[in-house]
């Protein structure tokens, strides 16, 4: 089993559209967890952190489930703009060891008119 | 304010032989993570330096090391290359000990073709 397990995607789905991720770990001493979008041939871009009282940003919504071990990104009123791979990160160790730092391999998402 | 920089764009080698690539921190940045990305895959983290010294590692081989100036710029030299090693090397910036991990800064990437 993967450590950090995405589905790849990808989701299509229309403009306007609620959309949700999920993401699943393996380590249940996982400390602390990030959501990056990466657009095509760019570099990852910090999204959101996802704390255990769940965070929203505008029209993100960032959840954690520490009990069964997943992350979730939910997407309200999808833009065009929204069109990308969501990475889901998962930091293994308490004060953010690097070593267990473990990026998923991301989900594809595509908005249409 | 300049963001993380990388050199080269890209990069064609052949088999066998040694690269170096260039990473530049973003302003007010001391730590320099390194990764690498396979086509349709996530970022891969190799290793962290900080203070000039490598913090943390991932499991890459010795063929991957690197190094850090007393500028905070850092490289990222892969000997012997494989096919395998082909990939895109995406540098992050942040600040701090290993535990800057929460703002990280990503580069453009080196994207390395070996052939």
């Known amino acids: 089993r993967k450590e950090v397990e995405q589905d790849p995607g990808p989701f299509n789905v229309p403009e306007g559209a609620t959309v949700a991720f999920n993401c699943t770990y393996s380590n249940s001493a996982s400390q602390s967890f990030f959501w990056y979008r990466q657009d095509c041939r760019k570099e990852p871009k910090l999204l959101m952190s996802?704390?255990?009282s769940g965070n929203e940003d505008g029209r993100f919504t960032a959840q954690l489930n520490r009990a069964s071990q997943y992350i979730s990104l939910l997407i309200r009123d999808s833009k065009l703009s929204d069109s990308a791979t969501y990475l889901c990160?998962?930091?293994?160790?308490?004060?953010?060891?690097?070593?267990?730092?473990?990026f998923g391999s991301g989900t594809r998402l595509s908005i249409r008119p | 304010d300049a963001g993380v920089t990388q050199s080269p764009t890209h990069l064609i080698k052949t088999r066998g032989q040694q690269v170096t690539l260039r990473c530049s921190p973003k302003?007010?940045?001391?730590?320099v993570s390194w990764y690498q990305q396979a086509l349709g895959q996530g970022p891969q983290f190799i290793f962290q330096?900080?203070?000039?010294?490598?913090?943390q590692r991932g499991n890459f081989p010795d063929r991957f090391s690197g190094h850090q100036f007393p500028n905070y710029s850092s490289e990222l030299n892969v000997n012997a290359l494989l096919l395998g090693d082909s990939a895109l090397y995406l540098c992050a910036s942040s600040w701090g000990a290993s535990g800057s991990f929460y703002e990280q800064y990503f580069g453009p990437g080196t994207r390395l073709t070996v052939t």
């Open positions: 990160v998962v930091n293994g160790e308490p004060y953010s060891s690097a070593s267990k730092i473990i």
């Open positions: 996802v704390y255990s």
């Open positions: 330096y900080y203070e000039e010294e490598e913090r």
């Open positions: 302003s007010g940045h001391d730590t």
